[in-house]
């Protein structure tokens, strides 16, 4: 598998990663508080097109992947990998900033947990992959 497919196919477990995520986010109310932003969970369907939920990356970021996953997929494009790598990078920081994803990684809860976790770690070869083709800074 060459590095552009392992790419997309890290880029599509996390967009699937992200709508489970998305839907219970949804269902629950759990709203964004990052960055010194605290939402309310009825604001939660609302803001999840662009500033994002509790647990997941807003809607638009998640299409921009699904958009630069596609043209990857089809043929290996360097400005492609490298937005799936910024894409990656600002995820990372967003999970690791968000209070919801601190308290789930530190407080087991079967949903919520399993979720962020995975979303914070396909970010890792989202961003290797992306922005450093050759195997190093």
């Known amino acids: 598998m060459t590095r552009h497919c392992t790419l ?3 880029a599509g477990l996390h967009l699937a990663t992200a709508t489970v995520a998305l839907r219970y986010a949804v269902e ?3 709203a964004m508080d990052a960055f010194g932003v605290r939402r309310r969970g ?3 369907p609302r803001d999840a097109w662009f500033l994002g939920t ?3 990356p807003p809607l638009l970021m998640m299409a921009v992947q699904a958009a630069a996953s596609t043209v990857v997929v089809r043929r290996p494009s360097v400005p492609a990998a490298r937005t ?3 894409i990656g990078s600002v ?3 967003g999970y690791v900033a968000e209070r919801q994803t601190r308290i789930a990684l530190t407080r087991w809860d079967s949903r919520v947990t ?3 976790a995975a979303g914070l770690a396909l970010t ?3 961003i290797a992959l992306g922005l450093f083709p050759r195997g190093g800074p």
């Open 124 to 126: 890792v070869p989202l």
């Open 91 to 93: 995820m990372a920081t």
């Open 54 to 56: 509790g647990i997941t």
């Open 8 to 10: 997309a196919f890290a």
């Open 114 to 116: 399993p979720l962020t």
């Open 42 to 44: 009825r604001d939660v």
């Open 84 to 86: 799936l790598g910024v």
């Open 28 to 30: 629950r109310d759990l």
